[in-house]
């Protein structure tokens, strides 16, 4: 355990703890976007950004990825963590002026028009669909290409991904809602992703509940009794619906 | 040859090469590092051969293709041994010459000696040459002398003496010891000192710990570790071998950037030498201690110069950067303990161990010690590359070795550290070169690269140019760098073609903070360096762009106009013949004129222009 | 295509996961760009995803996905060749050749590209034709390489 100050709050805390799960047990909110409990933290956004005193020095780093160490004093709301968080803001609205996140954030810290131009991208490379596909879905459906000022989220070669298995991880964690997905007349398309899935139908109700693809998917992963596979979770009972459920996001 | 298995056969070894030396023996060495290549220096080295066998005198003189010898500028160069006469220039027609009169009846050719533009008078030998006179070459000189491919030559000048002189009388923690007194710090660019860090791998938690050698020298500029490991292999593999020792690694890697072909070749001979000797893999000289080395190929990414995303791609994965909140001497190449060096920091290591730390930080400053490579490029005359006393002063960089300006024309800056570095404007000509000091100035040491800048040179094209690369060569993982670059250079872009604005250069400084402040690695960290630095020391550039529409140094296409001047032009019609555009009209023998609506400003009519009749303004 | 190279290409570094860069060089050397079947195959036989391959094909400099002409203009834009007005060679190839630098001409004869320093900074500014160097270029020498290279 070590001992450090979170804006005026001594606590305690398990060395190498993200700062961020530490001031999130005290209430105190850091704004993200790149960051989930559930995956590695990977720091890109910068958004997470809080001055941490070490030894008498001053400087600014990442909560999401920055561990407890002894002694450290945290400031999470300084005037340099305010200047350079609303920069960052700006420099995002500036690449995706029309996503709802980024002008609800610029709203909050007061950021105006962007001074350096009014992109619509709609992707902020956070990453999120990536780990997720990866780290915990397993798929590898989709990844970072390109590199610089060109980097972007697609599948290989721009073309449906044969690993794709329609989960729809990825367009639930997407903070911009960039990723689009859509259930019609028995297949699932993301339009993004350049790819559609038939979906099962129940085999007691006949609605459509799920990609084939995901449903194999597990089946070959996991020992599941083969009712999961025909049925929808509505006509299941409720204890397969829990099952379900502790494969996190799929 | 059977393997090294004790100090007594390396000692025996060195004898016996040494018995094949002789001193007096007359020697043709012909630099092959990449500028003299470029030159053409491998049909000099050939027409030797064929001169030396057509005369039947292979018995009486050996001919070397040594490292590069630095005076780039001079290439291809060949010096004549024992006697150390230097020629340069050399082309395939001179190759008679030289033999029949250096080497047979010991005459100069006058032709091929060096002139020193100052005095006018003729240099006989090398070292007199000025270029070479301020330089201390103890870690680049040898690259002159030896053939990199030969293990033998490097044996012969005393290498691997240090490493048998480790593994048999030292302990690691005093190898750390020796090389943390000497004061050496690290040559990739950040300075930080090596003995430290080797201590801090040897202490991390682990129970395999890596070294890697830092060769993708990425830095647009320069070339001296290029230059290392094409020219003096071993001394980098000497200098890894004694590290891991000290350290407790048994693997190591050397990441090569891709386009030094032959760097991977001569490193690939080298350790295939260094294996038949004994020196490398299991059970070095005897000494118990295993240790090898493999070699890897970059793909082409200077962010890969940074070490998480060095180790990355290592591991063959993406070459992006990642938090350093844990330090890669704890947890590096495959979450291991790693130690991180470039280049030329492990080829200081051999010459520590061998001549002592007290010797070696008697040179440099206080806080530098040692001596440092440069490569010397952009509008300077003698251009190539030299190593210096850390101290040197940057006048003396530039005007006694580099030979000052051509064309006579005005200093204006010297930019070091590449794209994390910064222009360094003339009422900084004095600063002592250190670690400190080129910090101070906003700039930084960097892997050494020095470029010249004279008056023909915009210092907002220079900052918008380091954008550019910076731009492309961002992994654009993390929003202040990947964003906060695109947003200067649109900014800096503007200014350049006359779109600036009132508050642009307060707006630059404004991202530039923020970009260096929360950038995840330092590429992002140091990326605003070319931008502050030359509003710093330029900041009259930048207004003259912005507010009277002008670019001083006339480089920026949309702020200048070509025309011709009707007094001087005499009507010849080279212009006509060149212009893309056909922009320039006129009858044969009179005063032409210029349509500027037609005119891309490509500049081919002012190269070609022999009667300095077409004005840039 | 003949996919036996890319298998013999990945016997050479043993199948080993982390080598999968040199063999993307490899197989770069041996078709001249990276063609997508090779790179599907590559990733099947390594086990590695495909979505590491593709990434890792357009992250570094090196590859080109497309394929490349027969003749390759290489123009270094090392700062040194820069300050020494590498720029207005490298425009005036891009007008002479009807294509951007990263582009290969229509009838797949030349391919142009750039790079940053080439560590000859003594000859700039420096363009590299099919591995032979051309320094001290102008745009008065950039016509008459450019006529050599029609010849051939
Ligand atoms: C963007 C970037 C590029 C770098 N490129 C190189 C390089 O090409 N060669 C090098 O030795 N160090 C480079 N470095 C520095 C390395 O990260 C590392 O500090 C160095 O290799 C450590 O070795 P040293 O202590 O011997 O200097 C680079 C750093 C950054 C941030
Ligand atoms: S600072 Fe730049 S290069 Fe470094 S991680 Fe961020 S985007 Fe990549
Ligand atoms: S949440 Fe920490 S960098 Fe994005």
Redesign the pocket.
């Known amino acids: 355990m070590v001992s450090l100050t979170i804006d005026g709050n001594v606590v305690q805390a398990e060395e190498r703890t993200p700062l961020i799960k530490i001031a999130e047990k005290l209430g105190i909110r850091i704004p993200?976007?790149?960051?989930h409990p559930a995956l590695e933290?990977y720091?890109?956004?910068?958004?997470?950004t809080v001055e941490v005193v070490k030894k008498g020095r001053a400087r600014l780093v990442?909560?999401?990825n920055y561990p407890a160490e002894e002694g450290i004093v945290v400031h999470t709301k300084s005037e340099r963590v305010i200047k350079a968080r609303k920069l960052i803001i700006e420099l995002l609205l500036s690449r995706c002026s029309k996503a709802k996140v980024i002008q609800e954030l610029a709203e909050e810290y007061g950021v105006k028009e962007p001074r350096f131009g009014e992109g619509d991208e709609d992707c902020i490379l956070c990453g999120l669909c990536v780990r997720v596909c990866s780290e915990i879905v397993g798929a590898n459906a989709i990844s970072f290409t390109s590199r610089g000022i060109d980097r972007e989220v697609s599948t290989p070669f721009h073309i449906a991904s044969e690993e794709c298995i329609g989960c729809g991880a990825c367009a639930y964690l997407c903070p911009t809602d960039a990723i689009k997905l859509e259930d019609i007349k028995g297949t699932r398309k993301i339009e993004r992703w350049d790819t559609s899935r038939p979906l099962q139908r129940c085999s007691i109700c006949g609605n459509y509940f799920a990609p084939v693809a995901q449903l194999e998917y597990i089946k070959n992963r996991l020992n599941l009794p083969e009712e999961i596979f025909q049925n929808c979770p509505n006509c299941r009972r409720k204890s397969y619906a829990e099952q379900v459920a502790a494969l996190g996001h799929i | 040859m059977s393997k090294i298995k004790s100090t007594e056969d390396f000692e025996k070894l060195q004898e016996s090469v040494n018995k094949t030396r002789d001193p007096e023996r007359l020697c043709i060495t012909v630099c092959s590092g990449t500028g003299c290549h470029a030159y053409g220096c491998e049909k000099v080295t050939q027409a030797f051969v064929e001169e030396i066998r057509n005369r039947d005198l292979q018995d009486k003189v050996d001919i070397r293709t040594t490292g590069c010898h630095g005076f780039c500028e001079r290439g291809p160069i060949v010096v004549i041994h024992p006697q150390e006469v230097f020629y340069q220039r050399v082309k395939v027609e001179d190759v008679a010459d030289v033999v029949s009169e250096t080497i047979l009846k010991k005459n100069i050719v006058d032709r091929l000696l060096y002139v020193d533009p100052n005095t006018g008078k003729q240099i006989i030998c090398e070292k007199d040459v000025p270029f070479y006179k301020k330089q201390r070459r103890i870690i680049f000189g040898n690259n002159a002398l030896i053939d990199p491919t030969s293990i033998d030559d490097y044996i012969a000048l005393g290498g691997y003496a240090a490493l048998s002189k480790v593994l048999w009388e030292m302990k690691p923690l005093e190898v750390i010891d020796v090389i943390k007194k000497s004061g050496l710090r690290g040559r990739g660019g950040g300075g930080f000192p090596t003995g430290r860090k080797w201590e801090f791998c040897r202490n991390a938690e682990g129970d395999r710990r890596y070294v890697i050698c830092n060769a993708d020298e990425g830095d647009p500029g320069a070339y001296m570790d290029r230059s290392l490991l094409e020219g003096n292999p071993h001394s980098v593999l000497e200098g890894m071998i004694i590290g891991a020792y000290a350290i407790g690694s048994h693997q190591g890697f050397i990441y090569v950037r891709n386009e030094y072909p032959l760097a991977v070749k001569n490193v690939t001979i080298a350790i295939q030498q260094a294996r038949e000797y004994g020196l490398l893999d299991r059970d070095i000289i005897g000494s118990g201690f295993d240790f090898e080395i493999k070699i890897t190929r970059g793909g082409g990414a200077f962010v890969c110069g940074e070490s998480t995303a060095l180790m990355a791609s290592l591991e063959g994965k993406l070459g992006e950067p990642r938090a350093k909140y844990v330090h890669t001497v704890e947890k590096g190449l495959w979450d291991n303990p790693t130690n991180l060096n470039n280049v030329e920091t492990w080829a200081n290591v051999p010459v520590i161990i061998n001549k002592g730390w007290q010797w070696y930080s008697d040179i440099g400053t206080e806080h530098s010690k040692g001596t440092k490579i440069f490569s010397l490029v952009g509008k300077i005359n003698n251009t190539g590359l030299i190593e210096v006393p850390m101290g040197i002063s940057l006048r003396e960089i530039i005007f006694d070795i580099g030979g000052g300006i051509p064309e006579g024309k005005k200093f204006k800056a010297v930019q070091t550290g590449g794209p994390s570095g910064g222009c360094i404007p003339e009422s900084l000509l004095d600063l002592l070169v250190d670690f400190e000091k080129l910090t101070e100035t906003g700039s930084m040491m960097g892997s050494g690269g020095m470029i010249v800048m004279d008056e023909d040179t915009c210092m907002v094209d220079v900052a918008k140019y380091f954008l550019n690369f910076l731009k492309e060569e961002s992994c654009g993982k993390c929003v202040p760098c990947r964003e906060g670059i695109r947003a200067m250079l649109e900014i800096l872009t503007r200014i350049t073609e006359g779109e600036g604005e009132e508050g642009d250069v307060e707006l630059l400084q404004e991202l530039s903070e923020v970009v260096a402040e929360t950038s995840l690695c330092a590429l992002g960290g140091t990326a605003p360096n070319p931008v502050l630095t030359t509003i710093k020391y330029f900041r009259d550039e930048y207004e003259a762009h912005i507010k009277e529409k002008r670019c001083p140094a006339g480089v920026c296409p949309a702020l200048i106009q070509y025309s011709i001047d009707t007094e001087r032009c005499t009507g010849c019609g080279a212009c006509v013949k060149v212009c893309p555009q056909e922009a320039i009209s006129g009858q044969r023998k009179q005063p032409h004129s210029l349509d500027q609506a037609k005119c891309i400003k490509c500049g081919a009519c002012l190269e070609v222009c022999k009667f300095e009749a077409v004005i840039k303004r | 295509m003949n996919l036996v190279l890319v298998d013999d290409i990945i016997a050479r570094y043993r199948w080993e996961k982390a080598a999968i860069i040199a063999i993307l060089q490899d197989i770069q050397r041996e078709f001249n760009y990276l063609p997508q079947e090779a790179l599907t195959y590559a990733a099947s036989r390594l086990a590695i995803p495909l979505t590491q391959v593709y990434s890792l094909a357009t992250f570094y400099r090196a590859f080109s996905l497309k394929p490349r002409g027969k003749h390759l203009i290489t123009v270094c834009l090392g700062t040194a060749c820069h300050v020494r007005g590498a720029v207005r060679i490298l425009e005036k190839l891009e007008r002479e050749l009807g294509i951007k630098a990263g582009e290969t001409t229509d009838d797949m004869r030349v391919s142009l590209e750039t790079v940053n320093c080439l560590g000859a900074c003594a000859l700039g500014p420096i363009v590299v034709i099919d591995g032979q160097y051309h320094g001290q270029m102008t745009s008065v020498k950039t016509d008459s390489i450019l006529k050599k290279l029609r010849k051939l």
Do not use: E, N
């Open positions: 993200t976007l790149c960051y933290p720091g890109t956004c910068r958004l997470c990442t909560a999401c």
